[in-house]
T-cell receptor
Framework: KAGVTQTPRYLIKTRGQQVTLSCSPISGHRSVSWYQQTPGQGLQFLFEYFSETQRNKGNFPGRFSGRQFSNSRSEMNVSTLELGDSALYLC????????????????FGPGTRLTVL | GENVEQHPSTLSVQEGDSAVIKCTYSDSASNYFPWYKQELGKRPQLIIDIRSNVGEKKDQRIAVTLNKTAKHFSLHITETQPEDSAVYFCAFNTDKLIFGTGTRLQVFP
């Protein structure tokens, strides 16, 4: 099976702009989670989508939003970019269904490195 | 709030020595504790996980122990090799996975 893919891999934006990142999960995976990774902060949870519905949300401002399509592909949008949004954005997919969903291994994509100038 | 403390933040060992990374979590209802390894420039990958119904799990040179009473879990790597050099993240579940801040392990030949 093909792994999780993310596009684009690198982005440079300026403050105030907006950006859309894309994530294609492993075939058959219905859950997609997004994380922000910065040095010293680890992986901070942004949100999780399952069957086109946001199932969970982390403690990020409303400038961060996402959606999931019927084919499980997901997009993440950040509006009004700030310097502090510079980070590696990782998505992860998992099977996601049923009571066992919290035990499902998460498979990460390569990430999108966003630089805000 | 939900959080997990991970220590140490950096760890340097000689090849062949053991390495131990410890995490303390906040939610006593948690029942799944995975460990991810992220090599430089690569994506995180699951290396081992443990569920709350067991106290220890081993897979070759790596093992994880869990103390639910103290809300601690640890990763143990024995006979370390240079290819073990990476950042290791612990995590626990609530209704989502909460990750630690990572431990950068360097194994010197």
């Amino acid at each position: 099976k093909a792994g999780v893919t993310q596009t684009p891999r690198y982005l440079i934006k300026t403050r105030g702009q907006q950006v859309t990142l894309s994530c294609s999960p492993i075939s058959g995976h219905r859950s997609v989670s997004w994380y922000q990774q910065t040095p010293g902060q680890g992986l901070q949870f942004l949100f999780e989508y399952f069957s086109e519905t946001q199932r969970n949300k982390g403690n990020f401002p409303g400038r961060f939003s996402g959606r999931q399509f019927s084919n499980s592909r997901s997009e993440m949008n950040v509006s009004t970019l700030e310097l502090g949004d510079s980070a590696l954005y990782l998505c992860a997919s998992s099977l996601g269904g049923g009571l066992s969903r919290l035990y499902n291994e998460q498979f990460f994509g390569p990430g999108t490195r966003l630089t805000v100038l | 709030g939900e959080n997990v403390e991970q220590h140490p933040s950096t760890l340097s060992v000689q090849e062949g020595d053991s390495a131990v990374i410890k995490c303390t979590y906040s939610d006593s209802a948690s029942n799944y504790f995975p460990w991810y390894k992220q090599e430089l420039g690569k994506r995180p990958q699951l290396i081992i996980d443990i569920r709350s119904n067991v106290g220890e799990k081993k897979d070759q040179r790596i093992a994880v122990t869990l103390n639910k009473t103290a809300k601690h879990f640890s990763l143990h790597i024995t006979e370390t090799q240079p290819e073990d050099s990476a950042v290791y993240f612990c995590a626990f579940n609530t209704d989502k996975l909460i990750f630690g801040t990572g431990t950068r392990l360097q194994v010197f030949p």
